[in-house]
């Protein structure tokens, strides 16, 4: 962290701007296996959650799995409004897999428990992350 730090100063200095390392944690639980791996869509707003087209991706595999908890780091989002959205790729082929259109893999979203069954909207799982170390949850939801 330190180090994070002190070179975000030395690229102040020269760049003129005021940057530090946001490193957001992420909480997942529970997750059901150790088979495949987590993605993760960071959305910045309603329009490109409704449209589906994340501002970043994340793919992690599953090796800090324990008791069917596992808590990933991201330190590359600069302050701002987010929105995660997570599924558990079981099967490894990118995409959540359904049953009539019923997800067969495991999903969340940041800090909201998924209850109805409809997508929720973006404002329900919008975080806003800070110039710090900040910790978020993403309970998981498997029909």
């Not at 995660?84 to 049953?99: E, M, P, Q």
């Not at 009539?100 to 209850?115: A, L, S, W």
Request: hydrophobic share 35%; charged share 25%.
């Amino acid at each position: 962290m330190l180090k994070c730090i002190l070179l975000y100063g030395f690229i102040s200095v020269l760049t003129g701007t005021n940057g530090l390392c946001q490193i957001l944690k992420i909480e997942i639980c529970p997750v059901k296996t150790d088979e495949g791996l987590i993605n993760l869509t960071v959305y910045r707003d309603k329009e490109t959650f409704a449209d589906e087209t994340p501002y970043r991706t994340y793919i992690f595999e599953k090796d800090g799995l324990k008791n069917h908890e596992i808590t990933l780091t991201i330190s590359d989002l600069e302050p701002g409004t987010y929105g995660i959205a997570f599924f558990d790729d079981v099967n490894r082929n990118g995409k959540i897999d359904r049953h009539f259109f019923v997800p067969c893999e495991g999903f969340g979203f940041t800090n909201y428990e998924f209850k109805k069954h409809r997508k929720p909207e973006f404002e329900w799982f919008a975080f806003e992350l800070a110039d710090s170390v900040q910790t978020v949850q993403i309970p998981v939801f498997y029909f």
